[in-house]
């Protein structure tokens, strides 16, 4: 068993077969040993084996792969506490996996106010967060999302995985504020249209905008007044002008704000000037 202090700082569980067990701790990888010691050393590590891989893999799918089939064609599992198992292996031709090599498990956590500071810089007007992978944007996007909320905002939340909200049986497992509406589907466009013409909805929430398809359903929000929060996956700065998207939803000027998070729990993120980002 992990020591305490690493438990709580674990974001992913990574179990490939035949290879070392790994955690991943604030960006970086650890190896666990047989007796839950951890070492940035593999050569002590547990060796992870394709029952290990069945077993996760059957305790993740609640024993019913069936359940979970549309999921696993987008090659990842939705757990009822709001975590996320990333599945690699073979995919069908029907987008079924099997020979699984490896199963990665994101641990969804919730921080209440680790939004403070950057509700504190928020002038309205929509807002894009910013970051690498691993740091916490969509921690902070559900923060914000909550504090919105209970300000009075009408916001509807189109969460493309459930980790956002966590929902189960039509009921969100995270604190969203009082005024939050969450639709659960893939096609965040899709969602962002129904949101529109049926919730009337004075702000229209998702995580990692990534596609064109993505960009006009939220211009369409943008034109009928509606605020747009979204996150985007960026290394550093410079990375917006080579992001066709990120920099088309900058443009637009469907949001007034950028953030970037630096990826450190309770640092207030980085308010980015937009002329000073695209060209």
Request: hydrophobic letters at 35%; aromatic letters at 8%.
């Amino acid at each position: 068993m992990l020591i305490e202090d690493i438990k709580n700082q674990v974001q992913e569980i990574r179990i490939r077969n035949g290879l070392p067990l790994a955690v991943t701790v604030t960006g970086k990888s650890v190896f666990v040993s047989n007796d839950g010691q951890t070492s940035y050393n593999p050569g002590n590590a547990y060796i992870c084996s394709k029952e290990d891989i069945d077993i996760t893999y059957s305790l993740i799918t609640n024993r019913s792969v069936y359940a979970h089939a549309e999921e696993i064609k987008e090659g990842f599992i939705r757990m009822p506490n709001g975590c996320r198992a990333g599945i690699s292996g073979s995919f069908s031709n029907t987008g079924m996996i099997y020979d699984i090599s490896g199963i990665n498990i994101r641990i969804a956590k919730e921080f209440i106010g680790c939004a403070d500071g950057l509700s504190a810089e928020y002038g309205g007007g929509g807002a894009v967060i910013l970051g690498p992978p691993g740091s916490g944007k969509t921690t902070v996007l559900r923060d914000f999302i909550r504090q919105i909320s209970n300000k009075g905002k009408r916001v509807s939340l189109i969460d493309s995985r459930g980790e956002i909200s966590a929902s189960y049986s039509g009921k969100p497992r995270y604190d969203l504020g009082f005024n939050t509406d969450v639709y659960i589907t893939n096609d965040k466009a899709f969602g962002i249209m129904a949101a529109l013409r049926t919730m009337f909805p004075q702000v229209i929430a998702f995580d990692e905008l990534g596609t064109e398809k993505e960009l006009s359903g939220v211009m369409d929000g943008f034109n009928s007044g509606v605020e747009v929060v979204t996150t985007a996956h960026i290394g550093c700065i410079e990375d917006i002008k080579s992001r066709k998207v990120v920099s088309g939803l900058l443009k637009s000027g469907a949001v007034k704000n950028v953030f970037l998070l630096s990826g450190r729990i309770g640092e207030t993120p980085l308010k980015v000037k937009i002329e000073d980002v695209i060209v």
